[in-house]
């Protein structure tokens, strides 16, 4: 299974941002598809995941700032990331885990998109 990531970019402190990611592959179902994120020299952290039962957790830092939705028949993800702040700067990585046509599971990750908040 492979994610593609678009979206990512410059904006100023205050401005939104909408990431996307597509999974492509023989997908029977998802378990968890969503966002997490890197900054310079911490520890990957996560932003937000939606399950397959359409249970939705953000991290302590974006809630309230950002709004994680899907659509199923595209096996995409959307995050829309509003009020951005400087400490958002980060790269990006959509990951998704499930089950293939097959039933064997898979837990992939995208290549990361940039996002830098700057003015």
């Known amino acids: 299974v492979q994610l593609v990531e678009s979206g990512g970019g410059l904006v100023q402190p205050g401005g939104s941002l909408t990431l996307s990611c597509t999974a492509s592959g023989s997908i029977f179902s998802f378990n968890v598809m969503g966002w997490y994120r890197q900054a310079p020299g911490k520890q990957r952290e996560l932003v937000a995941i939606?399950?397959?039962?359409?249970?939705?957790n953000y991290g302590d830092s974006v809630e309230g700032r950002f709004t994680l939705s899907r659509i199923n028949a595209r096996n995409t993800v959307y995050l829309m990331m509003n009020s951005l702040k400087p400490e958002d700067t980060a790269i990006y990585y959509c990951?998704?885990?499930?089950?293939?046509?097959?039933?064997?599971?898979?837990?992939?990750w995208g290549q990361g998109t940039q996002v830098a908040v700057s003015s």
């Open positions: 939606v399950t397959g039962g359409d249970i939705t």
């Open positions: 990951n998704a885990n499930g089950y293939e046509s097959n039933w064997k599971t898979f837990d992939s």
